[in-house]
């Protein structure tokens, strides 16, 4: 007989549930003060990288807020229905950082300013490279156990964030050390391509994840112990 596709128990979801919420609690904290740092220290170095990072963890903090909204519901048929809501919220944010950081870096390339040296920046950047990947791993792990298309592609945007933070770092050493004014930019863009691609699956990925197998068939060929993905469509944002 064919196994059925069952969800994790009532008490199991319930503990993910919880655990989404607290993740998505500790990732808006962490990146209001992240902006709150970002902008000021930018504005006093004049540096539009900095002011941009910051304004990027505006836009993760709406992400997470709407992950937060949907997953304040305690029933959750609730929860589910907010889904859709909840994955346009996200996927606006990732198309209008794409927007904003391609403006900005091509306004740097023609000349319109460069990066400069701020140690409260590179402390920052240098936190958020350790901090984020560390909320985005847990919150994706969460997600995909409980089937939230809404909640891994959060924790996708939280990892845009650490790499945002790495092109920061990069783009002030490399011209701190070489002149080179254009490797931030050109980065910079790079993470804009990537922010467009995952808003394209957050903007899809309302239908495609059901909930996953039975524990025994959900983990089948998995290596790493994570829920497999044999119920999700093309373009999952579960499963990518």
């Given at each position: 007989?064919?196994?059925?596709?069952?969800?994790?128990?009532?008490?199991?979801?319930?503990?993910?549930?919880?655990r989404v919420r607290l993740l998505v609690a500790a990732t808006i904290s962490y990146n209001v003060i992240e902006a709150v740092v970002a902008i000021a220290a930018g504005s006093v170095a004049s540096s539009g990288a900095l002011v941009a990072f910051?304004?990027?963890?505006?836009?993760?903090?709406?992400?997470?807020?709407?992950?937060?909204?949907?997953?304040?519901?305690?029933?959750?048929?609730?929860?589910?229905?907010?889904?859709?809501?909840?994955?346009?919220?996200?996927?606006?944010?990732?198309?209008?950082?794409?927007?904003?950081?391609?403006?900005?870096?091509?306004?740097?390339?023609?000349?319109?300013?460069?990066?400069?040296?701020?140690?409260?920046?590179?402390?920052?950047?240098?936190?958020?490279?350790?901090?984020?990947?560390?909320?985005?791993?847990?919150?994706?792990?969460?997600?995909?156990?409980?089937?939230?298309?809404s909640a891994v592609a959060d924790s996708k945007q939280t990892l845009l964030c650490t790499y945002l933070s790495a092109v920061l770092l990069a783009g002030l050493a490399v011209n701190s050390l070489f002149g080179w004014a254009w490797a931030d930019?050109?980065?910079?863009?790079?993470?804009?391509?990537?922010?467009?691609?995952?808003?394209?699956?957050?903007?899809?990925?309302?239908?495609?994840?059901?909930?996953?197998?039975?524990?025994?068939?959900?983990?089948?060929?998995?290596?790493?112990?994570?829920?497999?993905?044999?119920?999700?469509?093309?373009?999952?944002?579960?499963?990518?």
């Amino acid at each position: 007989m064919t196994a059925l596709t069952v969800g994790p128990s009532p008490e199991r979801r319930a503990v993910l549930m919880r655990r989404v919420r607290l993740l998505v609690a500790a990732t808006i904290s962490y990146n209001v003060i992240e902006a709150v740092v970002a902008i000021a220290a930018g504005s006093v170095a004049s540096s539009g990288a900095l002011v941009a990072f910051g304004l990027d963890s505006v836009i993760e903090v709406a992400s997470a807020a709407a992950v937060a909204w949907q997953f304040s519901a305690r029933d959750p048929e609730v929860v589910e229905r907010r889904e859709r809501r909840a994955l346009r919220m996200i996927a606006l944010s990732f198309f209008a950082l794409a927007l904003y950081v391609s403006v900005d870096s091509v306004a740097a390339l023609l000349g319109g300013g460069e990066a400069e040296h701020s140690t409260p920046g590179l402390i920052l950047a240098a936190l958020s490279l350790v901090i984020m990947p560390v909320l985005s791993y847990a919150q994706r792990r969460a997600g995909r156990e409980l089937g939230s298309a809404s909640a891994v592609a959060d924790s996708k945007q939280t990892l845009l964030c650490t790499y945002l933070s790495a092109v920061l770092l990069a783009g002030l050493a490399v011209n701190s050390l070489f002149g080179w004014a254009w490797a931030d930019p050109v980065a910079a863009l790079v993470i804009a391509g990537v922010a467009v691609k995952e808003g394209l699956e957050a903007w899809r990925g309302d239908a495609c994840c059901q909930p996953p197998l039975h524990p025994a068939a959900a983990l089948s060929g998995r290596a790493d112990g994570e829920p497999g993905c044999s119920a999700c469509g093309p373009g999952c944002a579960c499963c990518s």
